[in-house]
Nanobody, 116 residues
Framework: QVQLVESGGGLVQPGGSLRLSCAAS????????MGWYREVSREERNLVAEITRDSRTRYYGSAKGRFTNSRDNANNKVYLQMNNRKPEDTAVYYC??????????WGQGTQVPVSS
């Protein structure tokens, strides 16, 4: 059974940095593009960053220029470095495969509040 576990969240001051981690077990995700999602409502998560299986990256919205996505295929992990944090970054962040057909069950996410 595939399990996704996000970690690394926590309160930061505006302008601060944080590194989120996602560990996947029960699968070999090296074949899949992985994404980081920001929860905007209970039923909606928006993709903020994605990384292909060969580590090409793409960023969306306010993540451009501030976030950096990376992955460690040998250990089934992906990371999101968040720099120059802004109050609007406050959300719960999740990782999952980018292809919705291949997505696994969502993990618990990691909360990232940014003090205003």
């Amino acid at each position: 059974q595939v399990q996704l576990v996000e970690s690394g969240g926590g309160l930061v001051q505006p302008g601060g940095s944080l590194r989120l981690s996602c560990a996947a077990s029960g699968c070999d995700f090296s074949r899949d593009g992985m994404g980081w999602y920001r929860e905007v409502s209970r039923e909606e998560r928006n993709l903020v960053a994605e990384i292909t299986r060969d580590s090409r990256t793409r960023y969306y919205g306010s993540a451009k220029g501030r976030f950096t996505n990376s992955r460690d295929n040998a250990n089934n992990k992906v990371y999101l470095q968040m720099n120059n944090r802004k109050p609007e970054d406050t959300a719960v962040y999740y990782c999952n495969k980018v292809n919705p057909i291949r997505q696994d069950a969502w993990g618990q996410g990691t909360q990232v509040p940014v003090s205003s």
